[in-house]
């Protein structure tokens, strides 16, 4: 457990580190991010695919890019291909 400041005594479970989050991303046609939550992308380091549990009820297909934005910031965001939706991990 840990204690935040909003008032005396309130407590909150402790959060998975680097859960995904939602993402706004902007892509082009062969799905390669341009933005992230409104930033631009200027670099695309890396692009790498994770399929997995494809067996269960509850199959992991995922779609990953490691970027830098305009600002400079490190992000990595992925596409889960089962629901069509963004998530990034770190950073934007």
């Known amino acids: 457990m840990v204690t935040h400041s909003g008032s005396p005594g309130a407590v909150r479970a402790a959060g998975r580190l680097n859960q995904p989050r939602p993402a706004v991303v902007e892509a082009r046609v062969d799905g390669t991010p ?6 631009p992308v200027a670099l695309l380091r890396e692009e790498w695919r994770v399929v ?3 067996w269960t009820e509850e ?10 934005l305009q600002s400079g910031e490190n992000a990595v965001v992925f596409r ?3 629901r069509s ?7 934007a």
């Open 52 to 54: 997995d549990r494809w």
């Open 34 to 39: 341009v933005r992230v939550n409104r930033q």
């Open 85 to 91: 939706c963004w998530f990034t991990q770190r950073g």
């Open 59 to 68: 199959p992991i297909a995922r779609r990953y890019f490691e970027v830098v």
């Open 80 to 82: 889960d291909e089962q």
